[in-house]
T-cell receptor
Framework: GAGVSQSPSNKVTEKGKDVELRCDPI?????LYWYRQRLGQGLEFLIY????????KSGLPSDRFSAERTGESVSTLTIQRTQQEDSAVYLC??????????????FGAGSRLTVL | GENVEQHPSTLSVQEGDSAVIKCTYS??????FPWYKQELGKRPQLIID?????GEKKDQRIAVTLNKTAKHFSLHITETQPEDSAVYFC????????????FGAGTRLAVHP
């Protein structure tokens, strides 16, 4: 597609439920990032995928958070047993490697998660 | 790991004035420093970036300076306009096998007509 697509755009869930967020990167972009943005706050790094290398999971806040990506395609971020403090916008971004402009992150519109 | 500090958290200026936002980073091996602008309710978008082999870069009313020795970099916006009002994020990319981008906490810039 022309841009990074994320779904759902909005998700309201009850505390304790599991949620799955999806990111479709730009075709051909080998690098994919997940960030969390709480209301009025900055971009908190969660996880980074680069091609077929092992992902950098150093930003995941707890073992309730996990993410997967198969090759250079779709990624899913899963939050188990959601807590109210998980409420945030989850932003996905992708980046192309090996070409001019490869440093530029293209962000999706985000998935707004509200945990009641 | 890399840590990026950004100041100020909020900045209010009159239209036509200049605005300066400053960031410091901790990893001396970081080699790439972009700035992203996020308008209300929208996604962050790159406005300018600089590599570690350059000390300054300019694009129309926007410029970025980098001091590698002090490990800080700054965004300068001249002749500010109301449409410059947004949250600005600096970031630093770590070097090595993982190219993760760490962002500062953001600066909310308000330009008053």
């Amino acid at each position: 597609g022309a841009g990074v697509s994320q779904s759902p755009s909005n998700k309201v869930t009850e505390k304790g439920k599991d949620v799955e967020l999806r990111c479709d990167p730009i075709s051909g972009h080998t690098a994919l990032y997940w960030y969390r943005q709480r209301l009025g706050q900055g971009l908190e790094f969660l996880i980074y995928f680069q091609g077929n290398s092992a992902p950098d999971k150093s930003g995941l806040p707890s073992d309730r958070f996990s993410a997967e990506r198969t090759g250079e395609s779709v990624s899913t971020l899963t939050i188990q047993r959601t807590q109210q403090e998980d409420s945030a916008v989850y932003l996905c971004a992708s980046r192309q490697e090996g070409r001019s402009g490869a440093n530029v992150l293209t962000f999706g519109a985000g998935s707004r998660l509200t945990v009641l | 790991g890399e840590n990026v500090e950004q100041h100020p958290s909020t900045l209010s200026v009159q239209e036509g004035d200049s605005a300066v936002i400053k960031c410091t980073y901790s990893d001396s091996a970081s080699n790439y420093f972009p700035w992203y602008k996020q308008e209300l309710g929208k996604r962050p978008q790159l406005i300018i970036d600089i590599r570690s082999n350059v000390g300054e870069k300019k694009d129309q009313r926007i410029a970025v300076t980098l001091n590698k020795t002090a490990k800080h970099f700054s965004l300068h916006i001249t002749e500010t306009q109301p449409e410059d009002s947004a949250v600005y994020f600096c970031a630093a990319r770590t070097s090595g096998g993982y190219n993760k981008l760490i962002f500062g906490a953001g600066t909310r810039l308000a330009v008053h007509p």
